[in-house]
């Protein structure tokens, strides 16, 4: 994809996993790449760097970032990285994430935020800077990492659902606000081999989920040729859909309706396919 060429995009959470197929992805297009990762001891090995000296052995260009992306100056430094290395920036892929293994009834408020931090706090505190540079620049394009968790709820994974579901509407947030600045932004939700997945899959799984097979998509949604923009893109082993906002028909009731009204109707409120729509106007043209 030669319009990626020479394009500086940060990656965050690039040591391994899906983070560093983006960050290899990118850069064998032709992107400069500042691969950030959580820092490391002095003493021990940091995954930045391995995936910058991959980079660099292959004959591309990058750039270690070690920063703890749920820090109040994440941003700052993720943008003063790009600039200093390359002069710009013109994408943020957000993939720095946290797992989760814990049903709601057995957690406690505080370890809900916790998971929070990292998973919505870690997105939105890198990219406020970075989008303001590009609105102020002129542009740029921003990916969030959501989850079909975000979409549809997982059982056991209420703060990580909840978390990836308020990145879906900060995404939108951006995608309508930088419209008129040339800033646009999606969402991907990946299925792939991971340290997050790995022990759920089998074998044969494993090989169709991996991670390289989901990074193309995610290089094309950061690529100035992608028209895309307020989407989620769900993705992996090589298929790519696109998540809709579904409401059906409105149910019109009479005045002075009651609860018994709806239970009556309920079953036409449930059948959203019959007047399915991603985008619906409110009040609708009736009121």
Same mark, same amino acid.
């Given at each position: 994809?030669?319009?990626?060429?020479?394009?500086?995009?940060?990656?965050?959470?690039?040591?391994?996993?899906?983070?560093?197929?983006?960050?290899?992805?990118?850069?064998?297009?032709?992107?400069?790449v500042?691969?950030?990762?959580?820092?490391?001891?002095?003493?021990?090995?940091?995954?930045?760097?391995?995936?910058?000296?991959e980079?660099?052995?292959?004959?591309? =260009?990058? %750039? *270690? &970032?070690?920063?703890?992306?749920?820090? !109040? /100056?994440? $941003?700052?430094?993720?943008?003063?990285?790009?600039?200093?290395?390359?002069?710009?920036?013109?994408?943020?892929?957000?993939?720095?994430?946290?797992?989760?293994?814990?049903?709601?009834?057995?957690?406690?408020?505080?370890?809900?935020?916790?998971?929070?931090?990292?998973?919505?706090?870690?997105?939105?505190?890198?990219?406020?800077?970075?989008?303001?540079?590009?609105?102020?620049?002129?542009?740029?394009r921003?990916?969030?990492?959501?989850?079909?968790?975000?979409?549809?709820?997982?059982?056991?994974?209420?703060?990580?659902?909840?978390?990836?579901?308020?990145?879906?509407?900060?995404?939108?947030?951006?995608?309508?606000?930088?419209?008129? =600045?040339? %800033? *646009? &932004?999606?969402?991907?939700?990946?299925f !792939? /081999?991971? $340290?997050?997945?790995?022990?759920?899959?089998?074998?044969?799984?494993?090989?169709?989920?991996?991670?390289?097979?989901?990074?193309?998509?995610?290089?094309?949604?950061?690529?100035?040729?992608?028209?895309?923009?307020?989407?989620?893109?769900?993705?992996?082993?090589?298929?790519?859909?696109?998540?809709?906002?579904?409401e059906?028909?409105?149910?019109?009731?009479?005045?002075?309706?009651?609860?018994?009204?709806?239970t009556?109707?309920?079953?036409?409120l449930?059948?959203?396919?019959?007047g399915?729509?991603?985008?619906?106007?409110?009040?609708p043209?009736?009121?």
């Amino acid at each position: 994809m030669s319009a990626l060429k020479d394009r500086v995009i940060v990656v965050t959470g690039a040591g391994r996993g899906l983070g560093r197929a983006y960050a290899l992805d990118l850069a064998a297009r032709g992107a400069r790449v500042v691969v950030n990762t959580r820092p490391r001891p002095a003493d021990a090995p940091g995954s930045a760097e391995a995936v910058v000296a991959e980079i660099e052995a292959r004959g591309g =260009r990058a %750039v *270690a &970032a070690p920063v703890a992306v749920e820090e !109040a /100056d994440s $941003g700052e430094r993720l943008l003063a990285a790009a600039l200093d290395a390359f002069g710009r920036i013109d994408g943020l892929l957000n993939n720095a994430g946290a797992p989760e293994a814990s049903t709601l009834h057995k957690q406690t408020a505080e370890e809900f935020r916790a998971n929070f931090e990292v998973n919505f706090f870690g997105t939105l505190t890198p990219t406020l800077p970075i989008y303001r540079h590009m609105r102020e620049r002129g542009g740029g394009r921003i990916l969030v990492s959501t989850s079909t968790a975000g979409l549809h709820g997982v059982h056991g994974m209420a703060a990580y659902s909840a978390s990836k579901a308020g990145l879906i509407g900060l995404m939108r947030v951006i995608a309508l606000e930088g419209a008129s =600045r040339n %800033v *646009a &932004a999606n969402a991907i939700a990946p299925f !792939a /081999d991971t $340290g997050m997945t790995g022990e759920y899959l089998s074998p044969e799984q494993a090989a169709r989920l991996s991670p390289e097979r989901v990074a193309p998509v995610a290089s094309w949604l950061m690529s100035p040729d992608c028209p895309l923009t307020g989407e989620t893109v769900t993705t992996g082993a090589g298929g790519v859909r696109l998540a809709a906002r579904v409401e059906g028909e409105a149910q019109w009731l009479p005045d002075g309706f009651g609860p018994d009204d709806l239970t009556a109707r309920v079953d036409a409120l449930k059948a959203r396919e019959a007047g399915a729509t991603t985008r619906r106007a409110w009040p609708p043209s009736r009121i």
